[in-house]
């Protein structure tokens, strides 16, 4: 019997490869002759960079930079140096994320990207030939410009001068755009899962802004600046065409679109991207029983995260899959996505206490549903 267990991160509690080593000891404890693969899943968004260390035996490296306010943080990345070719997996979340300005602070029109610029810039000068960048849980609508100015665009003025940061509030100020200072970038793919083009009511600033402070006047002048910004570039830097319309270019407050228009990156679905360089398909391929997990079975799981993307590839090649969840939806939909969709605990229990207790429920749920399949195999 072999079992490949891949989950998700349990966001706020357990990382994806805690939570695949809780779901193989329990399987263990009940079939301790199975072969399991231990293979923790991310979707691009937060947790790609670690599972991906983890996965490929790759390092931690931190570095202070500034956060999406300007001041200094902490953030770091994954560097692989032993994958295919030299390799970052960056989190625009860890310089510019939402979680790094208290609610009460948050203001759209100043937050920017330069930090991730940075960290970007690290990994280069470490000899990156490849950098993957997960779109997400950003603070930011500021169209990758502080990314661009950290790796050396020059956004000038009408007196000819640099922005000190090309923050959304100053973008309508902007003249001209220059890259004479820009290095040799390598492959850049950003890790994306939505479909929003930059501009309009399905683009950064209206659907995204609002959740990181803006009000009604702030998006409408977040939705200028953009616009400014994406005029320019095609203008300044001689692009044959803007990307503003592409899917995935209001990703992270318009960070896909930065990277496209000045990075020459591709948009990868972040799943996608993490199952290939892992190799999730040859292990699914090869298995008896997949079996995967992540906090809540839900509609936003039948939306592609990383749960979904292992249950398609099972059906692709016709093998069971098990979903865990510390909450499961009644959506009938769950029932034709995965063979059985199990919640966690056994019985009510207060949110504090599972999320404290989660790798040892995760491990007992495992080891219930170990139990049924075994009786399954001696029943058939």
């Known amino acids: 019997m072999k079992i490949v267990i891949a989950p998700d991160k349990f966001k706020g509690s357990l990382p994806a490869s805690e939570a695949a080593a809780a779901l193989g000891r329990g399987f263990k404890r009940i079939w301790p002759q199975a072969e399991i693969a231990l293979c923790p899943i991310a979707d691009g ?55 790094l300005v208290p609610q009460a602070e948050r203001r759209a029109r100043e937050a920017n990207t330069f930090g991730t610029g940075e960290l970007m810039r690290d990994a280069m000068e470490r000899g990156a030939k490849r950098i993957i960048v997960g779109l997400g849980g950003s603070a930011t609508t500021d169209g990758g410009a502080g990314m661009a100015a950290a790796l ?71 939705e200028l600046a953009l616009e400014h910004l994406a005029e320019l570039a095609v203008r300044d830097l001689e692009l044959e065409r803007g990307f503003e319309n592409t899917p995935g270019a209001g990703a992270a407050g318009g960070l896909g679109f930065g990277l496209l228009t000045f990075c020459n990156a591709s948009i990868r679905p972040g799943f996608d991207l993490i199952a ?49 969840g510390g909450r499961v939806s009644n959506d009938p939909r769950l029932a034709e996505l995965f063979d059985a969709a199990l919640p966690i605990p056994n019985g009510p229990m207060p949110l504090e206490e599972a999320i404290a207790n989660a790798a040892s429920l995760l491990e007992e749920a495992a080891a219930r549903a170990a139990a049924l399949c075994k009786v399954g195999v001696r029943l058939g």
């Open 45 to 99: 968004g937060e947790g790609t960079a670690r599972a991906m260390r983890d996965a490929l035996g790759g390092e931690w490296i931190t570095r202070t930079v500034r956060g999406p306010l300007g001041a200094p943080v902490q953030a770091g990345y994954a560097w692989i140096p032993g994958a295919a070719v030299p390799t970052a997996v960056i989190e625009m979340s860890e310089a510019s994320g939402l979680v």
């Open 152 to 222: 050396g665009y020059d956004f000038l003025t009408s007196d000819g001068e640099p922005m000190e940061q090309p923050a959304p509030c100053n973008l309508l100020a902007l003249e001209r755009i220059e890259n004479r200072n820009v290095p040799d970038l390598p492959e850049i793919i950003a890790a994306c899962d939505v479909q929003n083009p930059l501009l309009g009511p399905r683009g950064s600033a209206q659907v995204f802004a609002p959740q990181k402070g803006a009000d009604a006047r702030d998006i409408e002048a977040l």
């Open 276 to 324: 290939e360089i892992l190799g999730l398909e040859e292990a699914v391929a090869g298995a008896d029983l997949v079996v995967t997990a992540e906090g809540s079975l839900d509609m936003q799981t039948l939306d592609g995260k990383g749960p979904a993307g292992i249950a398609m590839l099972a059906r692709r090649y016709r093998k069971p899959v098990i979903a865990f």
